[in-house]
């Protein structure tokens, strides 16, 4: 009986050990580290491309920045995913800024009120921000980065200012430079 029991023990096959294998990081042409691009990285790639970069700059930089990811068949399908929500939020913010300039090219002008000596001359000047709280004043949401000056307007008149929104989208904006009143000062 123990002959059988051994044979037994025998032919019956051991359950195999599931053993978990890490995400293997692909190595490319030149012996570089190939990683799959989530977002837009500066002098690096555009999102969604695979791209081989020095070992530690993907191991130091990239991977643990959520820059990148190492590329397989489950992480392309998932950045295919979020591209297309990425492109849906940029047609959307682009329509947004199409109306903005709209808006802009239907006001026209705005006054902005300076402290101005006799001559016309500014005691200050009127930069970016204070053009972007005189529009925002009028209910035209800009920020200050948006507005490009070559320099700062320095005299009372009316000035032309181009607006850059984003997306290749302008807007050009006269800016009236007013003497502030009387009972402000």
């Known amino acids: 009986?123990?002959?059988?029991?051994?044979?037994?023990?025998?032919?019956?096959?051991?359950?195999?050990?599931?053993?978990?294998?890490?995400?293997?990081?692909?190595?490319g042409a030149h012996g570089g580290t190939k990683v799959l691009l989530v977002e837009d990285v500066v002098h690096v790639g555009k999102q969604g491309h695979v791209i081989e970069v020095k070992p530690g700059f993907a191991r130091n930089y990239l991977l643990p920045n959520g820059l990148a990811i190492i590329p397989s068949e489950h992480n392309l399908r998932i950045l295919e995913r979020y591209k297309v929500r990425v492109e849906q939020a940029r047609e959307a913010r682009k329509a947004d800024l199409k109306t903005l300039a709209e808006q802009i090219a239907r006001t026209k002008s705005i006054n902005i009120e300076a402290n101005a000596t006799e001559d016309g001359h500014l005691?200050?000047?009127?930069?970016?921000?204070?053009?972007?709280?005189?529009?925002?004043?009028?209910?035209?949401?800009?920020?200050?980065d948006?507005?490009?000056?070559?320099?700062?307007?320095?005299?009372?008149?009316?000035?032309?200012?181009?607006?850059?929104?984003?997306?290749?989208?302008?807007?050009?904006?006269?800016?009236?430079?007013?003497?502030?009143?009387?009972?402000?000062?």
Do not use: C, H
């Open 1 to 27: 009986m123990a002959k059988q029991k051994e044979a037994k023990a025998k032919t019956k096959p051991l359950p195999q050990k599931k053993v978990k294998r890490r995400q293997q990081v692909k190595k």
């Open 146 to 185: 948006m507005i490009k000056l070559d320099e700062p307007l320095k005299a009372l008149g009316i000035w032309p200012v181009r607006i850059v929104l984003g997306y290749e989208i302008e807007a050009t904006i006269e800016v009236t430079i007013v003497p502030q009143s009387a009972g402000k000062r």
């Open 123 to 144: 005691y200050g000047s009127v930069g970016p921000q204070d053009i972007a709280r005189g529009m925002r004043g009028k209910n035209l949401l800009v920020e200050p």
